[in-house]
């Protein structure tokens, strides 16, 4: 069964650091691409971040890139999202999401971030 | 990286269908067959329903079809039942070599 896990989340002050982890088991991490997409409370789905199989191709929404990093450790079967000088509106529950390239087809449940003074 | 744009609601009775549009643009729905559709009930994690335009993974009820004219995808569920509803979500890789989504629409069936 495929799951994906996330921990990290958290109450992190604005301009603070927090680096979210991503926990796959069910299938051969090293052969999918993903992602991260966050969801404010209330609003809709926000893309955020996709890393390729080997984790040399990395793209990023323009509200994070220079601040937020993505990696995997395929060795590990994990993933990971260094989220750094967060802001308010960076306040949401991220989802660690496999694709089968042109589709997301396995989501974890969650991590709640909070940002706030 | 604008949103892609849906209608906030949509709603239906039991047994009727309805339609959710989703209109990007030429660098997003109007250039790649590569649009999915996700449902997501309240506090779950989304579910992927449709991908690349029309296909239904395993599992998903044959009620869900998608369909794309030029800039605009659509979600069509025909037989309503009272557990469609749901926030749906479409989703379309960019020419940024990024994906985006579509705003969100909330089916309320009646």
């Known amino acids: 069964e495929v799951q994906l896990v996330e921990s990290g989340g958290g109450l992190v002050q604005p301009g603070g650091s927090l680096r979210l982890s991503c926990a796959a088991s069910g299938f051969t ?26 984790g040399s191709d990395l793209s990023y929404a323009d509200s994070v890139k220079g601040r937020f990093t993505i990696s995997r450790d ?7 999202l260094q989220m750094n000088n967060v802001r308010d509106d960076d306040t949401a529950v991220y989802y660690c999401v496999r694709s089968a390239v042109w589709r997301f087809d396995y989501w974890g449940q969650g991590a709640l971030v909070t940002v706030s003074s | 990286q604008s949103a892609l744009t849906q209608p906030a609601s949509v709603s ?24 999915s559709w996700y449902q997501q009930h309240p506090g779950k994690a989304p579910k992927l329903m449709i991908y690349e335009v029309t296909n239904r993974p395993s599992g998903v009820s044959d009620r869900f079809s998608g369909s794309k004219s030029g800039n605009t995808a659509s979600l069509t569920i025909s037989g309503l039942q009272a557990e469609d509803e749901a926030d749906y979500y479409c989703n379309s890789f960019t020419t940024s070599n990024t994906w985006v989504f579509g705003g969100g629409t909330k089916l309320t069936v009646l």
């Open chain 1, 74 to 80: 395929n060795a590990k079967n994990m993933v990971y």
């Open chain 1, 29 to 54: 991490l090293s052969s999918y691409w993903m992602h991260w997409v966050r969801q404010p409370p209330g609003k809709g789905l926000v893309w955020v971040s996709r890393i390729n199989m080997y």
């Open chain 2, 12 to 35: 239906g009775s039991p047994g009727q269908s309805i339609t959710i549009s989703c209109t990007g643009t030429s660098s997003d729905v109007g250039r790649y067959n590569y649009v």
